[in-house]
């Protein structure tokens, strides 16, 4: 049974950090790309960060760029999304995807960031 977890979410004030993980199972996690998007309410969900397989190549969102960070761990089928210097326009409930060759894709269930004073 394929599953994705999410983790990690919270509030935090604008300025400050949070880290999210998410935990693969039931499928070859290393053969996946791994990403996190985000969801605010009233707007289409947005890729924020992906990372290819083996070789970690990276690419971010403009919007997170330099905030953000996306990094996985092979041995424990689990990647993280760093955030750093948090915005209130980061509120978003944010999920974790793997995706196979085009073809195959699944979903975390979500966690929520809230960024507010």
């Known amino acids: 049974q394929v599953q994705l977890v999410e983790s990690g979410g919270g509030l935090v004030q604008p300025g400050g950090s949070l880290k999210l993980s998410c935990v693969a199972s039931?499928?070859?996690?290393?053969?996946?790309?791994m990403s996190w998007h985000r969801q605010a309410p009233g707007k289409e969900r947005e890729l924020v960060a992906i990372?290819?397989?083996?070789?970690?190549?990276?690419n971010y969102a403009d919007s997170v760029k330099g905030r953000f960070t996306i990094s996985r761990d092979n041995a424990k089928n689990t990647i993280y999304l760093q955030m750093n210097s948090l915005k209130p326009e980061d509120t978003a409930v944010y999920y974790c995807?793997?995706?196979?060759?085009?073809?195959?894709?699944?979903w975390g269930q979500g966690t929520q960031v809230t960024v507010s004073s």
């Open positions: 995807k793997a995706a196979y060759m085009g073809i195959v894709n699944y």
């Open positions: 039931g499928f070859t996690f290393s053969r996946f790309a």
């Open positions: 990372i290819t397989t083996t070789a970690g190549s990276t």
